[in-house]
């Protein structure tokens, strides 16, 4: 299989992504039993939009260690609060836990203030009760079943329902992978972390969908006579969009990777974080699961149809099947429009 970057900027490269396409499914499928398995031991390390209660926030002086907040949350009543060093620009210490019956949030904040050695007005403090919590869940929730709907309605319009289960089965893969890793590495769950999320979603729709209008247009290009299988057409079309997809990945992935470095890690901004984690993740992903999981799926329901399936055969009964390049060929030439009208002849000069 040579190679070369003209040939790839022109989708003339002729890779087999099918070919590979079990290998990788079987790896994907690996992958997203590991995250599944980390979401029902590990759970997710839910925001206090979600779960309630109260978040503390201050200087982080450098003699204080979280053991000694640890300690202040304790002596406040909050036995189980999770204490956490926020370096990158200005370091902090963010406390999170349920606000205790007998006490308020400045109570709490005036505690942490003498321990961690700031000033009380320094320490932020906000607060959530579990009943906002579940009704922000709540409308989460029903804000992905609604997108799936909508989605699935679209594109089974646009396309056909088999198109439509590939996009949805690619999409679940990515939110599964995505919510797989916050689960690993416990990282917080917030509101930006859903807008994250149906982020991800459309960004990997619009990725499958570039795919699936080249393999349509593709398909509609095809003469009745024209001997092709679905695989060989499936191929020639991703051969034809791979750089459109990298090209789309490197730009949308550039500028979440400098929201992660630049405003988190330097600037210190944590809600950023939360936010670009969930973008970079699911942008990788999302590209991947494009290629390699919506459309074979695709390409394995359309060679059960009564015309694919005998196109099947008779590469079969002559052991044999079209190449890509082949492929690539006979789709230019069928591409050719026949009707359009014959080029003139140049009139010869008289003798």
């Keep these: 299989m040579s190679f070369s970057i003209r040939r790839l900027y022109r989708g003339n490269t002729s890779w087999d992504f099918l070919g590979v396409s079990k290998r990788v499914m079987a790896g994907s499928a690996i992958a997203v039993l590991i995250c599944v398995l980390a979401l029902m031991v590990r759970g997710l390390n839910l925001g206090i939009e979600f779960e309630g209660g109260g ?3 201050m200087p982080a002086v450098e003699q204080v260690s979280t053991a000694d907040i640890e300690d202040a949350a304790a002596e406040a009543g909050m036995d189980d609060a999770r204490v956490q060093k926020i370096t990158g620009g200005d370091d902090i210490f963010r406390v999170r836990g349920e606000l205790p019956n007998a006490a308020s949030a400045e109570s709490v904040a005036a505690v942490l203030a003498e321990k961690g050695q700031v000033n009380a007005e320094l320490v932020s403090a906000r607060t959530v009760s579990p009943s906002f919590g579940d009704e922000v869940a709540g409308k989460a929730r029903r804000a992905l079943i609604v997108f799936f709907v909508i989605i699935a309605l679209y594109l089974t319009l646009r396309f056909e329902w088999k198109m439509s289960l590939g996009a949805l089965l690619a999409v679940g893969h990515d939110i599964a992978l995505t919510v797989g890793i916050y689960a690993i590495f416990q990282f917080e769950i917030s509101p930006a972390t859903v807008v994250a999320f149906l982020t991800i979603m459309g960004y990997s729709l619009y990725d ?3 795919v699936f209008d080249r393999v349509k247009d593709n398909e509609r290009s095809l ?6 299988t679905y695989s ?3 191929n020639v079309s991703l051969n034809q969009v791979i750089m459109r997809s990298v090209n789309t990945t490197i730009t949308s992935v550039l500028p979440v990777l400098s929201l992660l470095v630049v405003g988190s890690l330097i600037m210190g901004a944590s809600s950023l974080q939360e936010f670009a984690i969930a973008l970079l993740i699911g942008l990788l992903v999302g590209s991947y699961s494009s290629i390699f999981v919506a459309m074979p799926v695709v390409s394995r329901l359309k060679r059960r149809e009564s015309h694919w399936a005998e196109q099947e055969r008779s590469a079969d009964v002559l052991s044999e099947s079209n190449s890509i390049q ?6 230019a030439a069928d591409r050719y429009d026949r009707s359009s009208p014959p080029r003139p002849r140049k009139k010869g000069r008289k003798r």
């Design 55 to 57: 978040v503390w926030e």
């Design 208 to 210: 499958t969908i570039v």
């Design 223 to 228: 003469s009745v006579k024209t001997r092709m």
């Design 232 to 234: 060989d057409l499936a």
């Design 326 to 331: 082949n492929a690539a060929s006979t789709l």
